[in-house]
């Protein structure tokens, strides 16, 4: 998806020169939610003003190329609900729901095991905290809960 990004804004368009865009790709990695609707933000604003205008003006730009970015993904997502609610005591539906519950569950789990080395798992701690959130979560432990106890033990002891 960088590729695409950079070749439209930098490339196709100019609005960032390949600086900025690089800043932009590390801020956008950096904060929470998806990197398009990051950089999407970030963009819009540095475009605008690059072009001379007002930070209340780059505010609206960051504000549009967001809208822009989010909006299909909305739209599409609610068709789908409202086909979802409406077929979802279907007998096919239901069996196709069944069927893609395990690869889902495997797509997870293979993402996990990637995470899985040794720049995570650091020391016999990291594992020790890692087995207790396991054991909990195996338990029906509020999820929220366990993430916030992991972190408060990991910033206790490292």
Same mark, same amino acid.
């Given at each position: 998806?960088?590729?695409?990004?950079?070749?439209?804004?930098?490339?196709?368009?100019?609005?960032?020169?390949?600086?900025?865009?690089?800043?932009?790709?590390?801020?956008?990695?950096?904060?929470?939610?998806?990197?398009?609707?990051? $950089?999407?933000?970030?963009?819009?604003?540095?475009?605008?003003?690059? $072009?001379?205008?007002?930070?209340?003006?780059?505010?609206?730009?960051?504000?549009?190329?967001?809208?822009?970015?989010?909006?299909?993904?909305?739209?599409?997502?609610? $068709?789908?609900?409202?086909?979802?609610?409406?077929?979802?005591?279907?007998?096919?539906?239901?069996?196709?729901?069944?069927?893609?519950?395990?690869?889902?569950?495997?797509?997870?789990?293979?993402?996990?095991?990637?995470?899985?080395?040794?720049?995570?798992?650091?020391?016999?701690?990291?594992?020790?905290?890692?087995?207790?959130?396991?054991?909990?979560?195996?338990?029906?432990?509020?999820?929220?809960?366990?993430?916030?106890?992991?972190?408060?033990?990991?910033?206790?002891?490292?």
């Amino acid at each position: 998806m960088l590729p695409l990004i950079q070749q439209e804004i930098v490339e196709a368009n100019h609005w960032l020169t390949i600086y900025e865009f690089t800043d932009i790709v590390a801020i956008a990695t950096t904060a929470p939610g998806p990197i398009a609707v990051n $950089m999407a933000t970030h963009v819009g604003y540095t475009a605008v003003t690059n $072009m001379g205008f007002s930070t209340a003006h780059g505010a609206m730009g960051s504000a549009v190329a967001t809208l822009a970015v989010s909006a299909p993904s909305v739209v599409i997502m609610t $068709m789908v609900c409202a086909f979802f609610v409406r077929l979802k005591d279907n007998i096919w539906i239901q069996s196709s729901l069944s069927t893609l519950k395990p690869a889902t569950i495997g797509l997870i789990a293979a993402a996990a095991l990637i995470l899985m080395n040794e720049n995570i798992f650091i020391d016999y701690r990291s594992w020790i905290i890692f087995g207790v959130v396991f054991v909990a979560s195996m338990r029906k432990v509020n999820l929220i809960l366990l993430i916030v106890l992991a972190g408060v033990v990991g910033v206790i002891i490292f």
